[in-house]
């Protein structure tokens, strides 16, 4: 190679990659790379094989505010979750990064921790970012304003069973998750359980409580309100539920908590009282937290894969980018037993 070619070869290299450099280098127009990376395009798989490779090879990545500007996609996807420090929304948080990425979109992450003021003010403020699309785990907005918001722009909403233009929804059988871990305890013989809920007014702690409900009913087992303790879904909430339940002087032999962080505080508050977990009391949480296989003693809890919930809001959201239907699912809930239940002393 001449000096000449080195120092072209070089300013080429150093060149910032163009969409138009992508376009020659995948032997198509400029318009059908601009469509490809939006989404748009209806082209054979050689053509959008090439421009990906081509898009990978040079490095190639989108100006987000120049395609702002010009109407086109900023490859950005706002996420609402309740409390980005939460182990359970991380985990979601994770499943919709991973594959957000796959389709080089950037997650924008905003908390609206469970208050409806913030959380409009949130998607409002996502909203101002030029987002592709919003995706919102949970929360205390009501169905009829995301169904408004769904006319700008596409939303997958987790938690929830709704459907409008542009919105998708991903429900969580809550109700059966709770029916199973009723069953459970009352299969090891036991008669009171006492039960610590999530807010009244989550859409989650409904359907779990209502399960709870259906499951004691099923068994011939009336439910005894003096055994139900609300909590907030948090570790702290648990501990102070469980303490109110401990000096109510209400006898019961099992507890089932809505989610595995009231559990770790119920267990706590157990323990601080001298109750033994599982020999005096046993112990169900609601989620299977990566965690809680390694409380002491591995708590038993209903399992729903928080990350895969996080995975199919991601997929969803891809397709309704590309204009497509994501298909219906309702993520299924199984028990997991393991050490924090034992059969009832007689």
Known sequence: MTDSDTQSHTATASRKPTLGMVATLAGVSPSTVSRIINGTAKVNSAKMAAVHQAIEQLQFRPDPAARSLAGGSTMSVGVLTQ???????????????????EHHYVPLFASGRW?????????????????????????????????????????????????????????IDNFEGSRLATRHLISLGHRNIAYVSGPLDHGD???????????LSKR????NPALLAVGDFQESGGFKAMNRLLQSGEM??????????????????????????????????????????FTIPPLTTVHQSVYEIGVLAAKAMIALL?????TAVTVPAKL???????????
């Open 83 to 101: 409390f980005i420090d939460s182990p359970y929304y991380g985990e979601a948080l994770r499943g919709i990064e991973d594959i957000l990425r």
């Open 115 to 171: 208050n409806e003021v913030e959380e409009a003010e949130r998607l409002a403020l996502l909203q101002e970012r030029k987002v592709d699309g919003l995706i919102v785990l949970s929360g205390r907005l009501a169905d009829q304003v995301l169904m408004d918001m769904s006319k700008d722009l596409p939303i997958v909403v987790m938690g929830r069973s709704i459907t409008g233009h542009q919105l998708f929804s991903i429900d």
């Open 205 to 215: 702690a409904q359907r779990r409580l209502e399960g709870f409900k259906t499951e």
């Open 220 to 223: 011939s087992l009336v439910f």
């Open 252 to 293: 019961f032999s099992a507890v089932i908590a809505a989610n595995d962080q009231m559990a770790y505080g119920a267990r706590l508050a157990l323990s601080n009282a001298g109750y033994r977990v599982p020999e005096d009391i046993s112990l169900v949480g609601f989620d299977d937290l990566p965690h809680s296989a």
């Open 322 to 326: 590309k204009k497509e239907t994501p």
């Open 336 to 346: 997991v037993a393991r050490e924090s239940t034992r059969v009832a002393r007689v």
